[in-house]
């Protein structure tokens, strides 16, 4: 029941921004769209999730489109330490019983 | 101070044994969860509880059974280990009713079955 594609992998020139996409043209009004990231086999690290605003913390930012079917994950000046897969997923259910289903993942690789 | 702890984090075991993980968050969160990474790094849910309770069983093997002694633990017994269990599993807890609502994870526990 994937409910996100990504693209399997990417690469990036360290101090540019990484731009990573993400499809959920299934989403449902109140399904809210998460990106984590997995460095290594460590267990996998919040950066990020939305409704239909864009978002922006410390990590990174989040545009979702009008439609919501798309949204992009952007770090704004990667660096080695952001070589990771990225997974975008939807949250589905609600709270309490909230179901998040990943997709199948962005590797992305930082270049010197 | 490891907010979502798991236990231990290699297991190396015969096929047909049984075996346990254990997973304990100290975070006051109401919701646990299971997933299973496969060697392609997929990650899928297999159970959440809230509460002690199950919610979510996503068909997993009737081999797997969840227990969930209080709502700060969650561990996964697995009876007559396949090969095709080897996988990495992650713990991982989530608070409920709140608005950033977000899973924490455990850093996992890498299980392969010979």
């Known amino acids: 029941d994937a409910k996100t594609t990504q693209p399997p992998s990417m690469d990036c020139a360290e101090g540019r921004a990484a731009n990573l996409p993400c499809n959920h043209s299934?989403?449902?009004?109140?399904?809210?769209v998460y990106w984590y990231r997995q460095i290594h086999s460590q267990g996998p690290q919040y950066i990020i999730h939305?409704?239909?605003n864009n978002e922006t913390n410390e990590m990174a930012s989040l545009i979702i489109t009008e439609d919501r079917k798309s949204s992009t994950l952007i770090l704004p000046h990667a660096t080695l330490r952001d070589t990771a897969v990225y997974y975008c997923i939807v949250r589905v259910g609600t709270s309490g019983t909230y179901k998040y289903i990943f997709g199948t993942g962005t590797r992305l690789k930082v270049l010197a | 101070d490891t907010a979502v702890s798991q236990t231990p984090k290699y297991l190396v075991t015969q096929m047909g044994n049984d075996k346990s993980i254990k997973c304990e968050q100290n975070?006051?969160?109401?919701?646990m969860y299971w997933y299973k990474q496969d060697s392609k790094k997929f990650l899928k849910i297999m159970f959440s509880y809230n509460n002690k309770e199950l919610i979510i069983n996503e068909t997993v093997p009737n081999r797997f059974s969840p227990k969930s002694p209080d709502k700060a633990h969650l561990n996964l017994h697995i009876n007559s280990l396949e090969l095709g269990d080897s996988a990495v599993y992650f713990c991982?807890?989530?608070?409920?009713?709140?608005?950033?609502?977000?899973?924490?994870f455990g850093s996992g526990t890498q299980l392969s079955v010979l």
């Open positions: 991982a807890s989530s608070p409920a009713g709140i608005t950033n609502e977000k899973l924490f």
């Open positions: 299934t989403i449902s009004g109140n399904e809210y």
């Open positions: 939305g409704l239909k």
């Open positions: 975070l006051g969160h109401d919701t």
